[in-house]
């Protein structure tokens, strides 16, 4: 998976939700800086995150890893 595309990916789906990279942070017990990260395509989510990431944006994990 090109981690700018899922970067791109999680953006789109959190902007569409109209939450800030601050608010996704708190959901899911992290910085707004790791979010950022995983948005500009710098590094990936740790796995352990997929689940609650997914669900944060109201998507299901297969959808998340398409």
């Known amino acids: 998976m090109n981690k700018q ?3 791109t990916y ?7 939700l109209g ?12 910085t707004d800086k790791a979010v950022s ?7 990936y989510p740790d796995v352990t995150l997929l689940e609650p990431l997914a669900a944060a944006l109201d ?5 998340l890893m398409e």
């Open 5 to 7: 595309i899922f970067g």
């Open 10 to 16: 999680i953006a789109e789906n959190r902007k569409q």
């Open 19 to 30: 939450m800030t990279q601050a608010q996704l942070a708190d959901r899911l017990h992290v």
């Open 37 to 43: 990260k995983w948005e500009r395509g710098l590094s």
């Open 59 to 63: 998507l299901t994990v297969e959808e």
